[in-house]
């Protein structure tokens, strides 16, 4: 069953974190790094962490389906970003400050501009009428994937909107340990958040496709439950990240009872992220593209048409999928 997403709202690390600067890392884009502590989170307790699901964190680009132009539609992340003068103003307020919500934005002049299609994300406050800047000074929001337009040609490349069909990576139904790429109606997906992932996302963790023949899917969030997961203390996670093939994975997210969720990456433990052999390339997986849920002519070259001729085949891992044939 898919989840509401992260990008919804900002979501809370397991464990309280400090920041612990990188002199050595200059050129980085962050000379520091986020690292969890041993105390649990306020919030996590508050929001009953011990009931919550646990699910895989899946490192791609976050995507959304609503509805557009009156039909379901992929909607693409896209956060409004202050302009240079307004950034600088912000960072100058945050070095004299420690709380970011202090600061006065003009939402009229202080952000760059964005396609008339824009919409924020769900459950981002506001104050009279527009979008309150997260901590960053970033507002999250989404614009709609075009099938033509370029900037998003791999998020256009996953949906097919003649035929209303999504191509979306899940558990199969009925056989326990098997994984299946499949088409799904796109108005099954509304309201929900998926990630995208394959071989141009995020410099592609899971080694999908190849750079002639590229692969992409999307995954619904909160898709992958983790089963057993150990007690909620740092030195029991850390080493069923470390050790365990169930652990092989970027992170955590934990949905909790009331649709909060609490998250924990990897990185917050000082452990590296991407990794050789990841936990979603250690299932067999099933292509599952003809039949009555697909009965459609796709075009010669798209993402589905290259799928369904790989229909039926199981492969071993996600990687082994190769469409140069």
């Not at 009931?51 to 992929?74: F, H, R």
């Not at 340990?177 to 963790?205: K, R």
């Amino acid at each position: 069953m898919s989840r509401l997403g992260s990008v919804q709202q900002k979501v809370p690390c397991l464990f309280v974190t400090r920041v612990k600067e990188e002199p050595s890392a200059k050129r980085e884009r962050q000379p520091f790094k986020v690292l969890a502590t041993e105390t649990l989170n306020r919030k996590a307790l508050d929001v009953d962490i011990y009931n919550a699901i646990p699910t895989e964190k899946v490192d791609g680009t976050c995507c959304y389906v609503t509805t557009y132009k009156e039909q379901p539609y992929l909607w693409a992340r896209l956060d409004r970003k202050p302009n240079k003068q307004a950034e600088k103003r912000f960072k100058k307020f945050l070095y004299s400050k420690e709380d970011s919500k202090e600061f006065i934005w003009n939402f009229e002049e202080d952000f760059k501009s964005v396609p008339d299609c824009w919409i924020p994300a769900k459950e981002i406050e506001q104050s009279n009428g527009s979008p309150l800047p997260d901590e960053n000074g970033h507002i999250p929001g989404w614009v709609p994937v075009e099938k033509n337009n370029k900037q998003y040609c791999w998020h256009a490349s996953v949906v097919d909107y003649e035929a209303k069909l999504a191509l979306v990576l899940k558990h199969h139904a009925d056989k326990l340990g098997l994984l299946e790429i499949s088409p799904v109606p796109l108005s099954d997906l509304l309201e929900q958040t998926l990630e995208l992932i394959g071989t141009n996302i995020n410099a592609n963790p899971y080694g999908l496709g190849s750079k002639k023949h590229p692969v992409h899917f999307l995954v619904p969030h909160g898709a992958f439950e983790i089963k057993k997961l150990p007690a909620l203390n740092h030195s029991d996670i850390t080493s069923w990240f470390d050790s365990c093939r169930e652990g092989k994975i970027e992170g955590i997210v934990w949905h909790c009872n009331d649709g909060r969720l609490i998250k924990l990456h990897r990185h917050h433990l000082g452990l590296c992220w991407p990794i050789e052999d990841t936990h979603l390339n250690s299932q067999p997986v099933v292509i599952t593209i003809n039949g009555a849920k697909c009965d459609y002519d796709f075009e010669p070259k798209c993402m589905f048409n290259c799928f369904s001729k790989l229909d039926g085949q199981i492969f071993s891992r996600l990687k082994d999928i190769k469409f140069d044939v």
